[in-house]
């Protein structure tokens, strides 16, 4: 079974630029999430996906944060314009909506370096 | 929003032996799920063990296992016989059921070092 892809696995732009993302989750995994992660901290939640709805994004920054999923599959992440403070890996995770198989698997990341 | 508190952020542990992660976690909800997921450095995060909060049988996986006290709202990952692969950040995360939204809230973390 192939896992979460993402890509790139690295950016680096200067503030102000914009950068995209991009996911693609298990197949047949309905919920899809993109996280946030600071240098020594835990994965924060930024949007998390039912099929191609939102179910959650309460703290992405949409002032400069959007993302969307197309036909309920793949993702995109973008942010525009870059701060310094996005400086972070972006996660993309994606699990099956049902009780019992509730694990959630992850991508390698994105590692976005803002200078 | 549930908050998920990791207040280990290292610890060591001879090879070998054994070590406790702790985390504890703040809820109103009363069917939720629980997990220990490892990141080794510059590498995928992967699952450890889960719990369901229904059952009262703490999860078990080889070398991995929990003590779940669900009324003092604790869940503590036991690392036995430790070994140099075990190194890595471990996140405690919490997930709310499906009927509320599946989200997941992860901790701070805990930097594993394993001493050969």
């Known amino acids: 079974e192939a896992g979460v892809a993402q890509s790139p696995r690295y950016k680096i732009i200067e503030k102000r630029q914009s950068v995209a993302f991009w996911c693609n989750p298990i197949s047949g995994h309905a919920t899809l999430y993109w996280y946030q992660q600071i240098l020594g901290q835990g994965p924060k939640l930024l949007i998390q996906?039912?099929?191609?709805?939102?179910?959650?994004d309460s703290q992405l920054p949409k002032d400069r944060f959007s993302a969307e999923r197309l036909k309920g599959v793949d993702s995109t992440l973008k942010i525009q314009p870059a701060k310094l403070e996005d400086s972070a890996v972006y996660l993309c995770a994606s699990s099956v909506w049902t009780r019992l198989y509730n694990e959630q698997f992850f991508g390698p990341g994105t590692r976005l370096t803002v200078l | 929003a549930q908050t998920v508190t990791q207040s280990q952020p290292e610890m060591s542990v001879q090879e070998a032996e054994t070590v406790t992660l702790s985390c504890t976690y703040d809820?109103?909800?009363?069917?939720?799920?629980l997990f220990w997921y490892k990141q080794p450095p510059s590498r995928q995060m992967i699952l450890v063990i889960r719990?369901?909060?229904?059952?009262?049988q703490n999860a078990t996986e080889n070398r991995f296992s929990v003590n779940f006290q669900k009324a003092a709202k604790s869940f503590s990952l036991k690392i036995s016989d430790s070994q140099l692969g075990d190194a890595a950040m471990y996140f405690c995360a919490y997930r709310r059921p499906s009927d509320t939204g599946n989200q997941f809230y992860f901790g701070t973390g805990t930097s594993l070092t394993v001493i050969p």
């Open positions: 996906f039912q099929n191609n709805g939102v179910v959650d």
């Open positions: 719990q369901e909060a229904y059952k009262q």
């Open positions: 809820t109103s909800e009363s069917d939720y799920y």
